[in-house]
């Protein structure tokens, strides 16, 4: 295991200090799954686009193609 250094703000360090205690845990135990959720997080969808991840609900529901582009189609909304 890598073993790094960094420096923290002291109202930072209080709090870590404060949840490692509360939590029974180290504060580099902390560190790391914070660190690895915000990593996780970061990462790119594996599916790519907001499309590719929904692909297999595309198309389900009946209704025109282009509802969302036409402005026939709002004609009379909202009245």
């Known amino acids: 295991m890598a073993t ?6 002291d109202p930072l360090a209080l709090r870590l200090a404060e949840t490692a205690r509360s939590r029974r845990t180290s504060k580099s135990a902390i560190v790391r ?8 997080a970061s990462e790119p ?20 193609p282009d509802l969302s582009c036409n402005k026939e189609h709002m004609r009379g909304f909202g009245r």
């Open 4 to 9: 790094i250094s960094l420096k923290l703000p």
């Open 33 to 40: 799954d914070a660190l690895d959720a915000y990593l996780s």
């Open 45 to 64: 969808h594996p599916e790519g686009s907001a499309l590719a991840f929904a692909a297999d609900v595309k198309g389900v529901l009946a209704g025109p």
